[in-house]
C-alpha cells in the first residue's frame, strides 16, 4: 500500500510493474528451460502452480487467489460484479438474478491481462458461481491476448489429480506434477488408516447457509476418508440447495458449516441465520456440541491443495485425532446449548 501511495502511476499500471519486477528479478530454470509467464484466474490452481515450485511463473491472479500468502502481492486481475458482504440470502439472491439474466458474477480486467502479457491464463469450466470462467475471460477481451488458456473442471478428488497433472504438463513440470499428487494421496491414505478403527458417525456437511446446500463433488469422499457417513450430498454432483426440513429430518450426529467463499470468521456470523430455525435446538448436533464452523473458502470448497488438509480437519472433528493445531483457527466448536435462553458462546474443544 506504502508503494502504492508514493507512486504516480494508475493502480493498473502499479500492478503491472510489479508483476514484470517479481518476474523479471530472478532467473528461473524451469523444466526444459522454459520460462513462462502465467496469470491464474482460480485460486486453487495458483495454489497447484506454487506447490509445482513455480510460483515465480505467476504475474498475475484472481481477487480470490491467496494461499500461498505472498501471491496476494500479484496484481489481482478479477473482481465480483456485485457486494459480497451482504447476507447468504441476498447473496444467493443476486446469483440467480444474474444467472437468469446472463449478467456476469465476476469482472476481469482485460486491459490488465493485456499488460501483464501471459502465456498461460488458467480459469475454471465447474461452476458459473464459484470462480471466473472461460466465458468471463471472453466478455473481457482477454481471450486474444494469451497464447494458451486451460479450463480446470474438478468435481472429486481423481479430477482435482487430474487439475495438478494437466497445469504441471503445462508448464513442462511433468515429473514434479507426479510427486506432487503422490504425496497428497499418501496424506489422504494416512488419514484414512488412522481413523478406520473408530465407529463411523452420521454427518452432514453444509456449503452455505439460506438457502441450505448440501455439500457435493469432492465433499463426500473427504468425509468417507476421514470415517464419516454422510446423509445429505452426493459425491461427484455439484452441491444443491435442499429443503431446511431435510436437515432436520436427518438429525445428523455431527454438522460441519463451511460456505463456500466464506472464511472462518464470516461462516461465524451464518451461526445466527440457522438459529432462525424453529427445530435448531432439537438436532442432537447443536444439543451435544457438536456443531463446527470451518474457513470453506481455503478448504472445503477449494479443489486444490488443501483436500488434504481438509480430510484431516473432518477426522479431526469427527474423532477428535489432531492433526496439527487446527481448532479455532481453522474450524471452531459451537458450545452445545441447554437452553434458548442462555446466549451461545463459539468455543475450542481441544
Not at 197 to 206: D, I, Q
Not at 236 to 243: F, H, L, M, R
Not at 288 to 293: L, M, P, S, T
Not at 302 to 313: D, P
Request: with cysteine.
Amino acid at each position: 500500500m506504502a508503494l502504492y501511495i508514493e507512486s504516480k502511476v494508475s493502480p493498473r499500471q502499479h500492478y503491472a510493474d510489479v508483476a514484470l519486477l517479481l518476474a523479471n528479478s530472478r532467473i528461473v530454470n524451469y523444466g526444459a528451460g522454459i520460462n513462462m509467464r502465467v496469470v491464474s484466474l482460480l485460486a486453487s490452481a495458483t495454489e497447484i502452480v506454487c506447490a509445482l515450485g513455480a510460483g515465480e511463473m505467476l504475474v498475475g491472479r484472481s481477487h480470490e487467489c491467496d494461499n500461498p500468502d505472498w501471491v496476494r502481492r500479484l496484481p489481482p486481475c478479477s473482481s465480483p460484479a456485485f457486494d459480497v458482504s451482504v447476507s447468504s440470502r441476498e447473496i444467493d439472491t443476486e446469483v440467480r438474478r444474474r444467472l437468469r439474466s446472463g449478467k456476469p458474477l465476476y469482472h476481469v480486467d482485460g486491459e490488465l491481462i493485456r499488460e501483464l502479457r501471459p502465456d498461460l491464463l488458467i480459469t475454471q469450466a465447474h461452476c458459473e458461481v464459484c470462480a471466473v470462467t472461460p466465458g468471463d475471460v471472453e466478455r473481457s477481451g482477454a481471450c486474444a491476448l494469451t497464447a494458451r488458456q486451460i479450463a480446470l473442471s474438478a468435481s472429486s478428488l481423481d479430477e482435482i489429480f487430474q487439475s495438478v497433472r494437466h497445469i504441471s504438463q503445462a508448464l513442462s513440470l511433468e515429473p514434479q506434477g507426479d510427486a506432487l499428487v503422490r504425496r497428497e494421496q499418501e496424506r489422504i491414505a494416512a488419514v484414512r488408516q488412522r481413523v478406520k478403527a473408530f465407529r463411523r458417525p452420521s454427518v452432514v456437511m453444509l456449503e452455505w447457509t439460506d438457502p441450505l446446500f448440501a455439500m457435493g463433488n469432492w465433499g463426500p469422499e473427504l468425509v468417507e476418508i476421514a470415517n464419516g457417513e454422510l446423509l445429505l450430498g452426493k459425491k461427484g454432483e455439484y452441491s444443491a440447495a435442499i429443503p431446511a426440513e431435510q436437515l432436520r429430518d436427518a438429525d445428523p450426529e455431527y454438522l460441519i458449516v463451511a460456505p463456500c467463499g466464506f472464511n472462518l470468521e464470516r461462516s461465524l456470523r451464518e451461526l445466527t441465520v440457522l438459529e432462525q430455525h424453529p427445530w435448531w435446538q432439537e438436532l442432537q448436533a447443536v444439543r451435544k456440541g457438536n456443531v463446527a464452523f470451518a474457513d470453506g473458502n481455503l478448504f472445503f470448497n477449494r479443489s486444490g491443495m488443501t483436500i488434504s488438509e481438509t480430510a484431516e480437519i473432518i477426522a479431526e472433528i469427527l474423532h477428535g485425532v489432531s492433526f496439527g493445531r487446527t481448532a479455532g483457527v481453522r474450524w471452531r466448536w459451537i458450545e452445545a446449548q441447554a437452553a434458548s435462553d442462555v446466549p451461545r458462546t463459539m468455543v475450542s474443544r481441544t
